[in-house]
């Protein structure tokens, strides 16, 4: 159980999964910090895990700009306590995912900007709190490509690889820290209803990595449910 002094922070938070790890580890006592580009969309989505009882701040950041990030990070630690939790899981750009053969250099500056350079600015504002807390779990959300690379979507395949490969090496560097790095591979749509890829399901994988610590990578469904 956390006390009001630590905060769970979700990037790339949306009215899916990002509310529904919010209300999940809301109900649990932490804060919750929401990052996302729309400030009219966080607003709403505050709004409404408020009226869950959850006290929750939304900060506006575009992850393809690590100082806007690394500010909004730094600011919801200020705001709403230490971040202990740090969910990683903007959901990538139609335009990331073109066939591999007519993937040019300059089409993998987006995928690499948002999968890899975000990843790592978001790690870096939040290691020295959890460092001071001596505590800590970062949760990378990934689609199937992460684990197996399609073809059709060259730019998120190869980005999401080099975002596993960042997330396994923090994953063995942190682990004797009491920081615990893992990575949730979600095959497909995250499906309302579905039994295993519904939002409160994976809200509550995802609590459980936090909990349970073991491992980095996880899969929320088969992959050839893709």
Known sequence: MAGMSSSVV???????LGVAVARRFGREG?????????????DRLVEELAESGVRAGGFVADVRRPEELTGALERAGRELGTVEVLQYSPVPHRDFMRPVLETRHRD???????SVYGAVAAVQAVLPGMRRLGRGTILFVNGGTAAVPHPERAGTSIAFAAESAYGRL???????????????VIPGAI???????DPEVLAGVLWGMHRERHGFRHFADDLDSR
């Open 10 to 16: 979700i990037v790339g938070a949306g009215p899916g």
């Open 30 to 42: 932490f804060a919750v910090g929401l990052v996302a580009r729309d400030r009219e969309r966080l």
């Open 108 to 114: 993998l500056i987006g995928p690499v900007e948002f």
């Open 170 to 184: 923090l994953h063995e560097r942190l682990a004797g820290e009491g920081i615990h790095v893992a990575q949730l």
């Open 191 to 197: 499906t309302p209803g579905h039994a295993r890829k």
